[in-house]
């Protein structure tokens, strides 16, 4: 008998029509004897029109009550699926963040889960009780509020009870039936990943994948967590339930690098539309200037992501080009002109209209030319690079937006990962 968490993300549970067929996979489970918890996300465009309606509301809200109304959309979910699996001879109970507890710290709207006591659930899910528990959402304990965890939250909420409760297993169910060498809805060559490392996986994740939430695999990987990602649509009787030692290889299985036997240079590509890119022309080249600039960045908790430095010609001023989210610039713009008194008399020029483009892969460490070929590539298209970062399993480069999609594609072409056509 295995303990299984199973999340359903906004597609897979977009109507009643979806929440029965998700009964369905539950169903499966419950049937093979196994104890079953199952986190769930708002249906599909709830939380946008929620975060809609907030900003409608007021554009510089509170972030408690942005939460306690972006919270709502997992709440319908959770209910709806317990009524379903009632309906269909389930025992099963809904259970919200603040009811296990989820317990969060305070940064709302993006909250870390800092403790799970998962021994209620535990109790429930033993005495044959299928867990609904909301995603995305739990309560930070000292002021008692609700708190999210970020769009796309619901992974990690996932990941977290998983752990709490000592799943076997944490299985994504998702619209795509695993993940894929890049977003397969921009390159229909794109292939799925039979194995991913937890490194790797990581990687895609924060540099743009969202099929998975960064700190979902972060968590997954410091607990050791079997992560799976598998299509909700797929036939709820065809997928094989999971048996305790046996976990079959179907979807994607984010494991450890050990596991995978074979092991690509490049592994994936990843883009992150959101980024925008803020040039300082004409610093005084002096030590300590960087760190005036990145010191009051950090200290408005604005994340600084790639960074170049360039000398003048004169040699007595520097230009220095750096990305931070999009969504980050206005703020970053007024950090900036705050120091501009201290540092003299400096331009700024900033744009959004930028993608980072990266390729991933845990092969790259033992393999050389791959960041240069990751340039010709570019070069042969006529795409020009702004700016590149680099660590052991992932080169990044920044490009002009309107190349995103042609960069992807033909990187993807250029290491291979494009699927082969069947043969005729
Ligand atoms: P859910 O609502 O189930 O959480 P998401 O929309 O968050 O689903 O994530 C699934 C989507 O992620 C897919 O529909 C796909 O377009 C996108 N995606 C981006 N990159 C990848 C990738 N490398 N592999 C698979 N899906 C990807
Ligand atoms: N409903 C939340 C969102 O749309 C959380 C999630 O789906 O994971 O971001
Ligand atoms: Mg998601």
Known sequence: MAVVVMKFGGTSVANIERIANVARHVKREVAAGNKVAVVVSAMAGTTNQLVDWVNEVSPRYDAREYDAIVASGEQITAGLLALTLQTAGLKARSWQGWQIPVETDKAHGAARIAKIDGGRLRERIDQGEVAVVTGFQGIEPEDARIATLGRGGSDTSAVAVAVAIGADVCDIYTDVDGVYTTDPRIVPEARRIPRISYEEMLEMASLGSKVLQTRSVELAMVYGMRLRVLSSFADPESLPAVEVGKLEHIGTTVCSEEDIVETQVVSGIAYAKDEAKVTILKLDDKPGVAARIFGPLAQSAINVDMIVQN???????TDLTFTVQAAELPRALEVIESIKKDLGNFEVRSSKGVVKVSIIGIGMRSHAGVAAQMFKTLSDKGINILAISTSEIKV??????????????ALHETYGLDAQADPV
């Open 396 to 409: 990044s480069v920044l490009i002009d937006a309107d190349y995103a999609e042609l960069a992807v594609r």
């Open 311 to 317: 000398i003048t010609p004169d040699g007595a001023h």
